[in-house]
C-alpha cells in the first residue's frame, strides 16, 4: 500500500501474514473498547480531543490484506494522523498485525472496537509528533501502542 505525501514522499507498508496468536494476551476484550456506528461518529470524536485540520492535505494509508482493502471508511484528522473504520474485528485484526510488523519505523496507533487511529509523523517526515495519541485512548478507551520497526 502506498501514501502519497505532498512533499512527495511515498511510503509503503508490507502485509505480512503474521498470526494475532502472540498479540491475544495483550488485546483486551472487543466489547470494553469504544465503538463508532459511522466515520463521521468516529471523526467527530477524535476531533474533539485531538483538534483535528478540517483542512487535512493528503490522503490516508490504505490498509491491504489477502481479500483486498481491509478498511471500510478513512479519513485524515491532520496531514500525518488518519483515522480508519473497518467492517469487523477480524480486518482490524489484520491491519494492526500490518502496521506491527512493518519495517517502516515506529507508528504510534490507538485500536478501538472496528477503528483505529494512526500517526505516521514519523514516518513520513523523519519527526516525533506532537500529537497526543495517549491521551486520546484514554478518553476514548481505546488501546495505544507503538508498533513497527
Known sequence: MKRRHPAGIAIAISLLGASLAGCAGQQAASN??????????????????LGCDSEAIGNPVVPMGDGGRLASAQR?????????????????????????????????????????????????????STTDLQGLADKLKGEYAVVGT
Open 32 to 49: 470494553e473498547l469504544q465503538s463508532f456506528s459511522s466515520m463521521d461518529e468516529a471523526y467527530a470524536a477524535v476531533d474533539e480531543i
Open 76 to 128: 485524515v484528522c491532520s496531514e500525518n494522523v488518519q483515522i480508519d473504520l473497518y467492517p469487523n474485528q477480524g480486518a482490524l485484526d489484520e491491519s494492526y498485525q500490518t502496521w506491527a510488523d512493518s519495517s517502516q519505523g515506529k507508528i504510534p496507533l490507538v485500536r478501538g472496537a472496528k477503528w483505529m487511529v494512526v500517526d505516521l509523523s514519523r514516518i513520513a517526515g523523519g519527526q516525533s
